[in-house]
């Protein structure tokens, strides 16, 4: 599993409820409600760096990651 995948799975997530999140190198760029610019602006601070945009659920969720042989 990735870095960004497992910070992902063990954060406490709760302040940012209905958010969507960019994250980069296992920890939070930014947060906000405008997925494109959210994005944008975190790739920008680190252009080589993967990074990932999710959303918080406002309830609760359950994550999985699926590798097809």
């Known amino acids: 599993m990735d870095k960004n995948m497992t910070w992902f799975i063990r954060a406490n997530l709760k302040r940012y409820k209905g958010k969507y999140l960019a994250i980069a190198k296992g920890k939070v760029i930014l947060a906000g409600s405008k997925p494109g610019e959210i994005y944008e602006k975190a790739k920008a601070r680190y252009p080589k760096a993967e990074v990932v945009l999710w959303k918080v659920p406002e309830g609760e969720a ?3 990651k699926i590798t097809l042989l």
């Open 62 to 64: 359950f994550a999985f």
